[in-house]
């Protein structure tokens, strides 16, 4: 939730959008390209899913948050690198705002450290109390600036953050130009009139962060305050968390500069059908900052090449012989979503691009964003290679009463607002996800999922809506409002320690249940267990490969039946082993990955690049009549 500043700053929160739904087919990758102003080409690219999508029905959303791209018309400038950074230690964390940090150089302040942007300042240094640390803690970098910039008043300068965790105050050269509530999606500032001011060549960018969550925020949490002298120091405090990951904090995503003409491109609507093999693409385009301009739309290939032209800021593109986009080794008929839950907090290129040849390599088709919005280019690689998204908010940990009260709602609220104007518009996205495990059983729970999820409908109504529960089906005071049936069951781990012979039954107890209940389409959302590389015991034992492998073979015999009626989706939890608050049930972190942090294959790799293949090419022909073939350590079929 973004808040308009003082100092002049408009425009800073507004979302990036793209859309798709599951069951329907869709466009290879198609350009929207749109002159703006000077009828120079613009930067927004939307992917076409084709398919009948009602988005021309969903609730209006102000203002857009389209990727910034460079193009002619605009330029950009990343700020990512080494910024200065200081964690207020003051007993009140609030000496940055008493000194008023801001106004001056944060090194005259006191010592500052070298930050990395993007990260998170917990794992950078060596000190423990950083590691740990909860309150405000302040970033500054300076920034040279075009001359061009500083002196076209037909420019429009934007300072775009691209994920603060969790909530954000923005200074240019000590004015006040923004605030963000949430952790995980980007927000703007427009400074062109602090950076055009006067002779300036560099701007100063303040940015401080406070990590603290209580029950209101999102994720939420509390803060417990240990009273006891004898035991603890005066004014000690920890945050407490209700959720299976570490509360990472800091600038976790790229922050950057950029530039649009005074009248610009703010928003773009992409909405598709086909007609036989020709493609609709209704397109609607938001111009803000004047009145007099002309816009012409031209629809590009992946080759670059012209296919569908118009003019205006709403129409219709026809592309006759479309070709689809269509998710990566998936069968029509039936759709099945078959995957394992990745974790996308911050941005590192070539780790992101070491996950997708993993995910390409198991034969994997989707992930869920568990429990938060993905950084922006995880979306776009989602695009690019075919893998289906169920998109979710940052709804995790909802347990406590307090935070289902009419202010945790309405943040709520805003947050889909702000992911759906983010996502609308990629074909990955099949699927809305609000939380992830509520306490969905509490009386308030079904009023506010009830509201959430009609208002993310209201929205996007071309897409089903879900969260994901690990509550009783019985008792489930959320399930009836949503689309699909996503369910977390950890059977044999969490209970019945050790005994794999009981799986089968409960499993297709959990199944039954649900489905009699609600007659909708389920997917087993997460399962799992946690694994130790390198530990091998046979009769398998819990925590050593073997265990994991059995655990999983034992739900594939029960999933390989259900969803031949009407299971249609499995996630593993968890891609990769993951680091999470300490506690005698963790040992350095969740270790239910099938790849360790450092992306090397467990057992259970194997086994599941073995299904997944198979399972794609079950669907495409018989498999007794099909011959698989390694080919650059990827099975195809012949």
Known sequence: ??????????????????????????????????????????????????????????????????????????????????????????????????????????????????????????????????????????????????????????????????????????????????????????????????????????????????????????????????????????????????????????????????????????????????????????????????????????????????VAQGTGGRGQLQVPNAHLWWPYLMHEHPAYLYSLEIRGKGFDWPLLVKDFNLLRWLGANAFRTSHYPYAEEVMQLCDRYGIVVIDESPGVGIVLVESYSNVSLQHHLEVMEELVR????????????????????????????????????????????????????????GAPYVDVICVNSYYSWYHDYGHMEVIQLQLATQFENWYRTYQKPIIQSEYGADTIAGFHQDPPLMFSEEYQKGLLEQYHLVLDQKRKEYVVGELIWNFADFMTNQSPQRVMGNKKGIFTRQRQPKGAAFLLRERYWKLANETRYPWSAVKSQCLENSPFTL
């Open 1 to 306: 939730m973004a808040r308009e500043a003082s100092g002049g700053a408009r425009d800073f929160a507004r979302r990036p959008v793209r859309l798709q739904r599951r069951s329907e087919p869709s466009g290879k990758r198609l350009a929207v390209s749109c002159h703006e102003r000077s009828m120079l080409r613009g930067p927004a690219a939307v992917w076409a899913a084709l398919g009948p999508l009602l988005w021309a029905c969903g609730l209006a959303l102000r203002g857009g948050m389209l990727y910034p791209r460079e193009s002619p018309s605009r330029e950009r400038k990343e700020l990512n690198g080494l910024w200065s950074f200081r964690a207020d230690f003051s007993e009140n964390r609030r000496q940055g705002f008493e000194q008023q940090w801001y106004r001056t150089p944060l090194r005259e302040s006191g010592p500052t450290l070298d930050m990395p942007v993007p990260s998170s300042f917990n794992d950078v240094g060596q000190d423990r109390q950083l590691r740990s640390f909860v309150g405000w803690v302040w970033y500054e970098r300076e920034a040279t600036l075009p001359q061009r910039w500083t002196q076209d008043l037909g420019t429009r300068v934007v300072l775009r953050i691209g994920s603060a965790h969790y909530y954000a105050i923005v200074w240019v050269n000590g004015v006040h130009v923004a605030e963000h509530e949430g952790g995980h999606l980007p927000f703007e500032a427009d400074i062109s009139k602090l950076v055009q001011s006067g002779p300036l060549a560099s701007c100063r960018i303040t940015i401080a962060i406070n990590n603290t969550l209580t029950p209101h925020t999102l994720p939420p949490g509390t803060i417990l305050y240990q009273t006891d002298t004898s035991k603890y120091p005066k004014g000690y405090f920890v945050q407490n968390i209700n959720f299976d990951f570490f509360n990472y904090a800091g600038l976790h995503r790229p922050v950057l500069l950029y530039t649009t003409p005074t009248t610009y491109i703010d928003d773009i609507t992409i909405s598709t059908s086909v007609n036989q093999d020709t493609g609709l693409v209704d397109y609607q385009i938001f111009v803000e900052g004047g009145e007099h301009f002309q816009l012409e739309v031209r629809l590009l290939d992946e080759e670059g090449k012209v």
């Open 422 to 477: 983010r996502d609308k518009n990629h074909p990955a996205v099949v699927m809305w996800s609000v939380a992830n495990e509520p306490a969905s059983f509490l009386k308030p729970a079904g009023y506010y999922f009830k509201t959430l999820i009609a208002h993310t409908k209201a929205l996007d109504p071309s897409r089903p809506v879900t969260f994901v529960t690990n509550s009783n089906y019985e008792a489930d005071l």
